[in-house]
């Protein structure tokens, strides 16, 4: 059974960076390209961007431009994503997705990873 | 960014209802449409993509259609579990969008 887990909850303060990780398992990790979707309290679902777990290479919503990295480690299987100069309405749970369909038609998604960013 | 409006916003009906929810697009997509279902304090599901497949092991009162830009999802018998918020989301052009979520409740 394909399996995500991501990191465990975080607090982080404003003007501070978060990096949520993403395992994954049961399948092969560089076949796949994974997204990083977000949802903050009681909203609905932002897409952050994508990366190819094979070449590395990604592309991010010009929202997020200049302050997310998605980066991975093959040897481990794990995808990153780094957020940085957090803000009070970055407070949400990031999803990592794996894009079974290509082009983002076919998401299975990880538990999630809630970032809440308070003073 | 092709933009994603869901509608109702919010519904409720009782058990063995059909249900409908519409999802329209600010221009064609070309069924390059998937529906997703989130309970609460959970992550997303796959339901249907290519706006009318049914994804492996989902229930089969779940249904898709539409063309262009409006699509809808259907339950053709309302169950319990079906509890949930659904989203629409179009993987036609990046960056991929969705709607703004469907609550669903039970009556």
């Known amino acids: 059974q394909m399996q995500l887990v991501q990191s465990g909850a975080e607090v982080k303060k404003p003007g501070a960076s978060v990096k949520v990780s993403c395992k994954a398992s049961?399948?092969?990790?560089?076949?796949?390209?994974m997204h990083w979707v977000r949802q903050a309290p009681g909203q609905g679902l932002e897409w952050m961007g994508v990366i190819n777990p094979s070449g590395g290479s990604t592309s991010y919503a010009q929202k997020f431009q200049g302050r997310v990295t998605m980066t991975r480690d093959t040897s481990s299987s794990t995808v990153y994503m780094e957020l940085s100069s957090l803000r009070s309405d970055d407070t949400a749970v990031y999803y990592c997705?794996?894009?079974?369909?290509?082009?983002?038609?076919?998401?299975?998604w990880g538990q999630g990873t809630l970032v809440t960013v308070s003073s | 960014d092709i933009q994603m409006t869901q509608s109702p916003s919010s519904l409720s009906a009782s058990v063995g209802d059909r249900v409908t929810i519409t999802c329209r697009a600010s221009q064609g997509i070309s069924n390059s449409l998937t529906w997703y279902q989130q309970k609460p304090g959970k992550a997303p599901k796959l339901l249907l993509y290519a706006a009318s497949r049914l994804e492996s092991g989902v229930p089969s009162r779940f249904s898709g259609s539409g063309s262009g830009t409006d699509y809808t999802l259907t339950i053709s018998s309302l169950q319990p579990e079906d509890l949930a918020t659904y989203y629409c989301q179009q993987y036609y052009s990046t960056p991929p969008t969705f709607g703004q979520g469907t609550k669903l409740e039970i009556k």
């Open positions: 997705a794996r894009d079974l369909g290509g082009s983002g038609s076919r998401l299975y």
């Open positions: 049961e399948y092969t990790f560089t076949s796949y390209y």
